[in-house]
């Protein structure tokens, strides 16, 4: 496809479970960021990923969060022992970073996450 | 923390031009102005973006003011399927980088 897919689009676990939420970037885009929403608020910035440099993790909330991106293309977001207040919308955004023009972010469709 | 600074909601008539004003006074020499909108269960979408010269495009036009504190996003005649939030970032442009979001504005089109 030409956009960024996510999947699953919508995941119910229970509380303490883990879970791996994915991110397709639109190819040939060597930057992904990982982002939430909570409920009724804005979103959240969560890691960057740009080419083979170290992630930005600086927005992930916990050391239950981490991020893996393959290959510098599919990215998986896992949350171990999940919590309730995990619950949100699980948003991903790709970019193509030319280093020398403003970047435009495209965003996936998100996968909604709620933990019961 | 967001820099910027935007209403709330906002109302606007079908037809009619939408005017989404943004605060941004501390905004710095090498960052840019980003729009993007999010439309209800969607994922955000790009808009618009300029550093200080007034821009337009296909869906709207910034603009920016001389001082570069403050800019307006311009939907020139907007319709239904432009209720959404709309989010005024400002970021550097030539590193690309996360995406600090504020609360955005709600604009509601109504016929």
């Known amino acids: 496809g030409a956009g960024v897919s996510q999947s699953p689009s919508n995941k119910v676990t229970e509380k303490g479970k883990d879970v791996e939420l994915r991110c397709d970037p639109i190819s040939g885009h060597t930057a992904l960021y990982w982002y939430r929403q909570s409920l009724g608020q804005g979103l959240e910035f969560l890691i960057y990923f740009q080419g083979n440099s170290a992630p930005d993790k600086s927005g992930l909330p916990s050391d239950r969060f981490s991020a893996e991106r393959t290959g510098g293309s599919v990215s998986t977001l896992t949350i171990q022992r999940t919590q309730q207040e995990d619950s949100a919308v699980y948003l991903c955004a790709s970019s193509f970073q030319s280093g020398t023009a403003t970047d435009t972010q495209y965003f996936g469709p998100g996968t909604r996450l709620t933990v019961l | 923390d967001a820099k910027t600074t935007q209403p709330t909601s906002m109302d606007c008539a079908e037809g009619r031009a939408a005017n989404l004003p943004c605060n941004h006074s501390t905004i710095s020499g090498n960052e840019y102005v980003y729009w993007y909108r999010q439309i209800h269960s969607q994922g955000p979408q790009y808009i618009i973006h300029?550093?200080?010269n007034n821009e337009t495009n296909e869906m709207a036009s910034l603009i920016i003011t001389e001082d570069r504190k403050s800019s307006t996003l311009i939907l020139p005649h907007a319709t239904l399927r432009d209720t959404a939030v709309y989010y005024c970032i400002v970021g550097r442009g030539n590193q690309g980088g996360k995406l600090i979001f504020g609360q955005g504005t709600e604009l509601s089109v109504k016929p």
């Open positions: 300029g550093l200080k």
